[in-house]
């Protein structure tokens, strides 16, 4: 499989799970949703808002823009981006919409290339483009499978969130529309 191939697969998981999962929770209460169930971010709420923090506010700055986030402007992977569940949710399903555009329009040769950014301390920083990318995506994958476990200690069925029931769904659909 080629990089953009593979990278837009992925970036179509992340859309499909992050719906899946956000689908999931908004059967919570406010109470549910808000209270510390023991998650490194604390509580979902926190965790979806480092998710956005992380994915969008940060990697997405630097993939795209080639900017680095600093402390020093306010930016910290705890920070709230977004008060209000709704709006939280709709910055996530955009902000994870605008990944595939992107990866579609770097040349192939991006991926064999490096990232070069500061840390958000500062730091500079130059790693491999593509195992930087798939970063993100693993870590989107990371704090989902925190977050389905918290529904699940909540009382609520986590959403089965398993790249192969994308997979699966997709050749059902491209079978059907073949037939």
Known sequence: MDAHAH????????????????????????????????????????????LLVGEHAVWFRRFSLGESPQKSEGVSLDMEMESDRAKLAKALLDGAAKWAPLIASWPAERFDSTLDYNTMNGTPVSLPFAATLAHVFNHGTHHRGQLSAALTALGQSGPDLDLVVLLQQTAAATKKTNA
Do not use: M
């Open 7 to 50: 990278f837009a697969q992925l970036a179509r998981y992340n859309v499909w799970a992050t719906a899946r999962l956000l689908d999931a929770v908004a059967a919570l209460s406010d109470e549910e949703y808000r209270r510390d169930v023991g998650l490194f971010f604390k509580s979902i709420h926190g965790t979806l808002n480092h």
